[in-house]
């Protein structure tokens, strides 16, 4: 309310009060009483000036004021959010974009004009978490506001370089919006609960609510969160916990939302694809049926990450779903190590034999089919014979795509405890495994040969579109006018380790575009790609503007509460 209304007001003769106590009673609740209420809030201390001469000389790095804002009013505040890790995580973070600016705020990617920074982790290794720690103390000595969220503070948040923030747990990001306004107010708040419904836990926020992607023209599904693996050196287990699987249905319902919102490409994404459905009643081949029934024509679905036990049972309807002209024939199986040995002491739950039965099985029936894995070098248990292991089973089946990592000890894990490598051997050994991999080009041959593309992204130097085959092999393509989120017809004109470079058969009036029935919207969204989270921000608003008006109204009553109390 305005200051000279309230000055009017309080001229007025029944606004005459004699005393204060006749507005507030010793019985009334106070502020912080309610706060009390509230565990996961905490208020802001207020600041205490120390007299003139004051023998406290402790010395404090010297941070940029932050602002701190009584009264939020949503649409005068800019929120940066940034992401590192998963698919999994880029999805929680397109969840929590499209809240935010649901309610009015303004999302940027020019961290420096933000007012709050909304920063989303990955526990997977120690750089990360280095750089996601470095993010944090640059925001705080800039003063900006900050937000944690992913998998690095629902690990462990009592961490010291956590202490004072606001938390979103990986559970919780449909509370992004009132965590955000209650940080920007200069409150801390700590959101780390599972989901439960009924009093069961669920896999984690619902799947319909706005988003506004990174790439519009790929929607990110996460089908189920946690895993039922117990692996030595993994903290994400610690965030994400055991497997809980989102329904079918709900599932469903979201790829036909993103398809009917211009996307055109849908990918899978959890801790472990190949274990969805395991605690209720269901598998992924199930699920991917009622997924393919869906997809419409020149529209495309990727499955993500499947650990070998749980997709061992499935292989034969999962090389069917491969097959299916919609559906990329790319699976990411991680291996880790090619020794058994090692293998056992990861607790990953098969051997080598059953990985290879995975590689060999799906190469034969799949044709052209893409096989990504990781490594894992320098696991303390790992002798020179288990390496070599490894090195023959790569040097064996010689993966287009091959992810190697040095061993990282990830604090409160089993593997943590172990005696470690050197680590100029862990480093000879990855060296070893990096040269045996860029020894062989897996495009080679390729020149002349055509495919069908769909194009959907822009190269990381902003010189190409990306296109991917059946395969999901990856071709770049010349910057042409109204190409992305088409399928073309190419021909490979040269190839290098990591992609192919093709030019364009088709002439612009055969390119063909997501073949959806828009029955209700009656057009597609145009597909323009934008590396911002800006990029969506219109359409989020203009589908959700009512709820962001409620929710506007809510909290005006709620300031002004506030005000007389």
């Known amino acids: 309310m305005p200051e000279h209304v309230l000055d009017q007001m309080e001229d007025l003769p029944e606004n005459n009060i004699d005393d204060i106590e006749d507005l507030i009673s010793a019985d009334d609740i106070k502020p912080r009483d309610r ?14 000036n120390h007299a003139a001469g004051s023998d406290t000389n402790v010395e404090t790095p010297e941070l940029l004021e932050k602002t701190i804002y009584e009264s939020v009013i949503p649409g005068t505040q800019k929120v940066y959010v940034k992401t590192w890790g998963c698919a999994h995580n880029n999805s ?3 969840y929590m974009a499209g809240q935010l600016a649901a309610y009015g705020y303004n999302l940027t990617n ?52 956590l202490r004072g923030l606001s938390v979103i747990g990986v559970q919780q990001i449909d509370r992004v919006v009132e965590v955000v306004e209650e940080t920007l107010k200069g409150h801390s708040v700590r959101l780390l609960q599972n989901k439960k419904e009924q009093g069961k836990r669920v896999a984690g926020a619902r799947l319909a609510l706005p988003k506004v992607r990174k790439n519009p023209l790929i929607e990110i599904i996460p089908i189920n969160t946690g895993c039922l693996n117990q692996c030595t050196y993994c903290k994400t287990k610690h965030a994400r916990g055991d497997l809980v699987s989102y329904p079918p249905q709900e599932i469903v319902e979201r790829a036909i939302q993103a398809f009917t919102e211009g996307c055109c490409e849908i990918w899978l994404t959890s801790e472990d694809t190949g274990a969805y459905g395991r605690d209720i009643g269901t598998s992924l081949p199930e699920l991917l049926w009622q997924l393919v029934a869906v997809i419409p024509e020149h529209c495309m ?23 299916h002209p919609r559906v990329y024939a790319f699976l990411h199986v991680p291996v880790q ?37 990781d490594i894992i070098c320098g696991f303390p248990t790992e002798t020179e014979e288990d390496f070599e292991e490894t090195m023959v089973m790569c040097a064996k089946y010689r993966f287009p795509s091959l992810f190697i990592n040095q061993f990282f000890p990830r604090p409160g894990t089993p593997a943590a405890k172990m005696q470690r490598i050197p680590a100029n051997l862990v480093k000879k050994r990855t060296k070893r ?26 190269s990381h130097d902003k010189q190409h579109y990306v296109g991917h085959n059946k395969s999901y092999e990856q071709v770049l393509l010349p910057m042409r006018d109204n190409l992305l989120g088409t399928a073309v017809r190419v021909r490979i004109t040269d190839t290098s380790k990591f992609s192919m470079s093709a030019e364009i058969i088709d002439e612009e009036s055969d390119w063909t575009r997501c073949a959806i029935k828009q029955e209700q919207n009656g057009h597609i969204s145009n597909g ?38």
């Open 301 to 323: 679905l990727r499955v993500g990450m499947t650990n070998p036990p749980y997709i061992l049972e499935h292989l034969e309807e999962i090389a069917k779903v491969l097959n």
């Open 433 to 458: 495994l990096t040269d045996l991999f860029n020894s062989y080009s897996p495009y080679e041959g390729r020149k002349g040969e055509q495919y069908t593309v769909l194009v959907t992204e822009i």
């Open 92 to 94: 929680d973070s397109e």
């Open 337 to 373: 190590s090619g020794s058994d040995s090692v293998l056992g002491d990861m607790k990953r739950e098969y051997c080598r034999s059953d990985f290879e039965h995975v590689v060999d099985f799906l190469r034969s029936q799949v044709p052209g089919i893409t096989i990504a894995t």
């Open 528 to 565: 323009k790609v934008n590396s911002s989270f800006e990029c969506d921000k219109e359409d989020v608003i203009s589908k959700y503007a009512g709820f962001g008006l409620v929710m506007l109204f809510v909290a005006l009553i709620f300031q002004l509460l506030m005000k007389f109390m």
């Open 35 to 48: 706060y009390k209420n509230k565990k996961s809030v905490s208020v802001r201390p207020k600041k205490r």
């Open 110 to 161: 020019t961290k420096e004009e933000a007012d709050l920074w909304l920063l989303n982790s990955c526990t997977v290794k120690n750089p990360s978490e280095d750089t996601f720690r470095n993010e944090i103390q640059s925001g705080m000595s800039n003063g900006k506001h900050v937000v944690v969220a992913g998998c690095v503070p629902q690990g462990a948040p009592k961490s010291n370089y």
